[in-house]
């Protein structure tokens, strides 16, 4: 019987740690502009759910419209919050992304509200078979970083001109186990990112989510070397900058976050998208009474994988390192590569020069 109890404690004590810890912040978000791509379903759809209750003005950046109008229904009819948006965005093709940023332009203009107070790039996908987008780079780099980053900078003026704005990249405890970008020089870079020979289903994800951490540093510079270009001035010109600069006391902070294990959409893709293990998948004992039990025990729910990305919007501007990579709430460790100041800047000019014909 003791060693029963004990076996039970410790099954129990496993999930809870599993779980993770949960936001304690309720911040009345009202006045408060949020974008969130990929809000339609798992960690973004919970995360949008919250909000929403904290009466924030939402954007929902997401590429079905459909299925992104059926939600913000579902969130005003359960929350009374009207103040919810939609946007179509295509992060995977980049050549429509400036398009999405111009829809957003009239939307905003059409409320009367030109700041985005936080941005979520929450979106991101897994594939374990070789992909390319429209403009030939592997899938999961296309969309999770360079999409991402397109639109981003497509934002950067509206970001940096809204007080304590803040900038959240979804990234993941992978990237810790990702090989090092290949910053020799752009074209060894592009034949990682771009061709199929250099595809691996255990490397290619965890390498995008490196990207992740690495454009977050990057970004972070960037807005700091706004700061530097004014504080380099002198006198009038110097005030004058700053009366522009309507952010120059509360700078953008950009962070990254590990939301944890979760059993969403993507978890279900990495099991099924593979033909090797599609048949044992598809099997009635297997998913039921093998797959189910494993993802409810070491996964975490959507709801809790959202915890970070709440901590992070709800926490005081104070409060939040600039550049900083979050795990179960807290500050973490994070991939060499992204702490090398010399590599983020490469890495930024690299991906500049494949985003440039799409600004």
Sequence with gaps: MPSTLLLASTVIAGKFYMQGPTC?????MSGKTVLITGATSGIGKETAKSLAQQNATLILACRNQEKSEKFIQELKKNTGNQNIHFIQLQLDDWSQIKKSVEDL??????????NIDVLINNAGIYVSKFDQNKQGFESQFATNHMGHFIFTNLLFQKLKNTPESRVINLSSR?????????????????????N???????????????????????LQFKFDSELQKINNNDGGQMLQQQQKYQ??????????????????????????????????????????????????????T???????????????????????????LQ?????????????????????????????
């Design 24 to 28: 304690q912040i309720k911040k009345d």
């Design 105 to 114: 332009e009239k939307l905003q203009k059409k409320v009367e509200n030109n």
């Design 174 to 194: 992978a990237h810790e186990r990702s090989p090092n970008l290949d910053l020799s020089n752009y074209e060894n870079f592009e034949k990682q990112v771009k």
């Design 196 to 218: 199929k020979e250099s595809f691996s289903a255990l490397n290619t994800y965890p390498l995008s989510k490196l990207a992740n951490m690495m454009f977050t540093k990057g």
């Design 247 to 300: 952010n120059y006391n509360t700078p953008t902070k950009v962070v990254s976050c590990h939301p944890g294990v979760v059993a969403t959409e993507m978890i279900e893709k990495l099991a099924t998208n593979n033909e090797k293990i599609k048949k044992y998948v598809d099997n009635f004992f297997f998913k039921n009474f093998i797959l189910s039990p494993v993802l409810w025990y070491f996964c975490k």
């Design 302 to 328: 959507p709801e809790q994988g959202a915890q970070t990305t709440l901590q992070l919007v709800y926490s005081d501007y104070s409060a939040l390192k600039k550049g900083g990579y979050y795990k179960d």
């Design 331 to 359: 500050l973490a460790d994070y991939h060499k590569q992204a702490d090398n100041t010399n590599d983020v800047n490469k890495f930024w000019e690299f991906s500049e020069i494949i985003a440039k014909p799409f600004y």
